[in-house]
């Protein structure tokens, strides 16, 4: 880090006198450090230093990847000054995306982290972000916000216990992040209902759920395996594939009928953009997904794979997307 991007760097820090953990808490995108200071210290537990961050707020509009080098250094000073000390780690948008891509070059600090809770957090990939740059051709922070980061985070989640925090506020978002894009694999699950993205950070059922989080047995959940979540997993797989609102669920035609009243459904909206639902048998939008233009190829042979499939055999087909 050079000195010139250090005189930048507020990074609030509270130590106590004896400190048995580290809380680091991380602010998003067009934000400081202001807010995530006070939710530190509303979460704070007795002998627990406080890191906090400020990455600069103008700066989070640029490129992430010098915001992740950042933190990567103020984490690595830490532990020079803390060794051995556990870590909790509470990232609200895309402060969860700069934790997740530090955590991926460090492995050897996961043994380290006793949790990692992400609010609101765009780890599919941020819809607006895809909308923006539809060719990913680097127009300012839209490109690393729209990157779908769920493998990266998968990896990670099944090694620290991980707490994934969502709000729903019109059956699909927070009112800018979907709900689908902070869902992944072996990460708990929490919901929670009327709270916009940008009162994330002072809305008390957060707190009270990453408090609850922190008391219960924090372990890694298995994935899933039945048929539908092994569907939404192989959509996820296709280049480009972004979690899209399940509002637009009602504009699509059924495309294919699955075993287990499984169906796929598919819809191109006004701008030729391609969307793929998973609904269930009684009718309900399980998965919401779109590509841009350039990666409609890979969707329609996807598409025609798990087509063939199914009309081989519907035992056969189920293996298959099992697999």
Known sequence: MSLSTLAMLVVYDHQPETSQRILYAQHGWADTNRAMVHLAHRLETANTRIIVPNLGWWRTWLRLEPLVQ???EIVTQTRL?????????VAHSMGGLIWLEVL?????????????????????GADICRLIDPLALGLGIARDLGKNRRSMAER?????????????IDDGSDGLIMYGAT????????????????DQR????????????WQSSLLPLSAPSNLAQALIQRLHEVPGMTDGHR???????????????????????PLGVD????????????????????HAPQLNRTLDQIKQESATSSRAADSELLA
Not at 183 to 198: M, Y
Not at 252 to 261: E, I, K, N, Y
Not at 275 to 294: E, I, N
Request: hydrophobic share 45%; charged share 15%.
């Open 183 to 198: 869902q992944f694999h072996h990460a708990h699950t929490v919901v929670l209902p009327n709270i916009a993205h940008s």
């Open 202 to 213: 002072q809305a008390p059922a957060i707190d009270q759920a990453i408090q609850a989080f």
């Open 156 to 168: 990670i989640a099944a090694h620290i216990p991980t707490l994934t925090i969502a709000s729903d």
């Open 104 to 124: 991926n070059r460090h492995p050897e600090w996961w043994a380290e982290v006793e949790s990692l809770v992400l609010i609101g957090c765009p780890v599919g």
């Open 70 to 72: 950042d933190l990567e």
């Open 275 to 294: 969307h793929v639902f998973v609904a269930s048998a009684d009718g309900k939008c399980l998965y919401s997904g779109f590509v841009g233009w350039l």
């Open 247 to 269: 509002r637009d669920f009602s504009k699509a035609q059924v495309w294919l009928v699955l075993d287990r009243g499984l169906s796929l459904y598919r819809w191109k909206n």
């Open 81 to 89: 000054q803390s060794s051995q000390l556990p870590i909790r780690i």
